[in-house]
Every structure is written in structure tokens, then in C-alpha cells.
């Protein structure tokens, strides 16, 4: 004969109550089923377990030690229930997240990562930093759940949630002399021959940066198209030019390290960076965990008060 736990819980609400007739009223069980119980329990362990006395029904000394067992093993049981019911609700699965290359977004693929690792473990995260128009249309397509781009404007297929705009700063080799007073904001007319690493013309963060140029009446001298932020800053820092990124690109990552950050003015450069989901397919539940994660890590963001970067 085996021993269940509802013998033993039983057992147990017999000895706290010192009844049987209160302990069978609070189970909402019969009194004769109740008996049979204790009958089983005394036969399988071969020990008296319960004796009647003056004040009611107390333990046996040997009842007083499977009590305290019972005690134990009901509670690991209850915990084992509890255990049970959180890992049905812990979410697991994959989700995918792009960053926009030379975005500040760029620079909380760590916060991220670390964030969705505390709250969600068992959710996988794929990061993929590209292009603002490719990651749309990835998103668009199905094959990336949400992405953080550059959009000036509303693209075909995904929702856009405007996060924040951050303004582009001219970052350039270290020693460089650059016009002006070094603390003072640089015109973007001064631009006019200073050699410059931009992305292609495929980037909207280029499109930007050639519209800004043009009404400053400056004709960018584009010595490479770089579309890789390492070697990007392998070739400003080795003095082949200067390039134009936001702040935070640069100060939150070691690989500009020792590099100059100028503030443009006349006109200012800056983008907006929003939050790109498919307007057509519904997000599952490992992409809305990571959606709320990444707006968090971006209100952490706001609120640190990161050069250049405001509400959008």
C-alpha cells in the first residue's frame, strides 16, 4: 500500500483539530472515509498513530513523528505547486529585434540583452543590426518582430511609435584642427572641405545629412561610404575623416575612444528613431515581453539625459 498525500493532509487536519468529526467538516469529508484513512496509515506504517483522550484525539509518539514528516512533505508540495504554476507562466520562445546601424539605438543592444536575460531567461533574443529601410521591411515581411529605425516618414506594412529624436554630432581623428572655437557649435557650412566617412546614399541617415548640407549650401567631400560602424571608427580614428553620428554612438562605445565630437548648427541634423512593428501580423508573447523591455531600456535612456537625444 502506498502512501498519498491525501492520507497525509488528512492525518494532519485531525491532530490540529484534535477531531475527527471538525477535521471531516473542514475537508468536506465523511467521518467513516476519514477513519479508513487513519486505518491505512496505521497498517502501512504498523504503528498506532491516533488515541483518544479526555480533551479529544492526540498523537502517539509515533504519530508525533510522522506529524512532523507530513508537516514537511505538505509543504514541499504546496511549493512544488506554486513552482509549477510560475514556470507555466514564465514566457519562452524567440524573438527577434533589429537596431538601426549609426542610431543611438545601436549602443542598448547590452541593456537589452541583459534586461530580457533578469526578466524573461528563457526567452532567446536575436539582435540585428542593418539598415533602417531593410529592417522595415523585414518586419513588413514577417522574418524580424520589431526594430528600432530611422523614420522620417509612415512605410507601407509597419507601424511606427516614435521614441526620440537625437541630434548628429561631427566626430573626427583626435588632434584634428577643425574652424572655430573647439567649444563652440560648428556651422555645417565649415564642412565644406573637410573630408568626410559617410554611409550610402540607401541610408535615410544620409539622405538627412546631404538635405542639411544642401541648405547650408555645402558640397560634402565623401571620401568612402562605410556602412560598418567598427570600421567606421577604425578609419576616423587612423585620420582618413571625419564622420557624422550621434553623440551617444560615440560615447557609449569604446571603439571611438580618444575620437573629437563637435555640435553641427545652421541647420542642426536630426532624426527620428521609432518603434517598427508590423501593422498586419500580431506580435506573440515573447515579442510583447521584449517590446516592453526595449521601452523601458529607451525611458532608462530619456532619462539619463544622453547629449543630443529628446523626446521625439
Known sequence: MSVDFRKLKSFVKIVDTGSVSRA??????????????????????????????????????????????????????????????????????????????????????????????ARHPHIVVHINDSFGQILSELIMTGKMDMALIYAAAPIKGVTLQPLFREEMFLVSPPGIELPGDSSAPLPLSALQDIPLLLPSKAHLLRRLIDDALARARATPDVVSEIESVPAL?????????????????????????????????????????????????????????????LLDVVGKLMSSHHPGIRPA
Not at 512532523?68 to 519562452?92: C, G, T, Y
Not at 538601426?100 to 541593456?111: E, H, K, N, Q
Not at 548648427?265 to 516592453?292: G, N
Open 24 to 117: 471531516a467538516s473542514l475537508l468536506r469529508t465523511a467521518q467513516p472515509a476519514l477513519s479508513q484513512q487513519i486505518a491505512a496509515l496505521e497498517a502501512h506504517f504498523k504503528h498506532k498513530l491516533l488515541i483518544r483522550s479526555n480533551v479529544g484525539i492526540a498523537p502517539t509518539e509515533a504519530g508525533l513523528i510522522l506529524y512532523r514528516h507530513a508537516q514537511l512533505m505538505l509543504k514541499q508540495i504546496e511549493q512544488a505547486q506554486v513552482d509549477i504554476d510560475q514556470s507555466a507562466k514564465s514566457v519562452a520562445g524567440r524573438v527577434s529585434i533589429g537596431l538601426a546601424t549609426y542610431s543611438s539605438s545601436s549602443a542598448l543592444s547590452l541593456p537589452i540583452l541583459k534586461e530580457m536575460k
Open 233 to 293: 571608427s577604425a578609419a576616423v580614428l587612423d585620420g582618413l575623416g571625419s564622420t557624422i553620428l550621434p553623440a551617444s554612438v560615440v560615447t557609449e562605445t569604446a571603439i571611438f575612444s580618444g575620437a573629437q565630437v563637435r555640435a553641427l548648427t545652421k541647420p542642426v541634423i536630426d532624426a527620428t528613431v521609432s518603434l517598427c512593428v508590423a501593422d498586419h501580423l500580431p506580435l506573440s508573447e515573447p515579442a510583447i515581453a521584449a517590446r516592453s523591455v
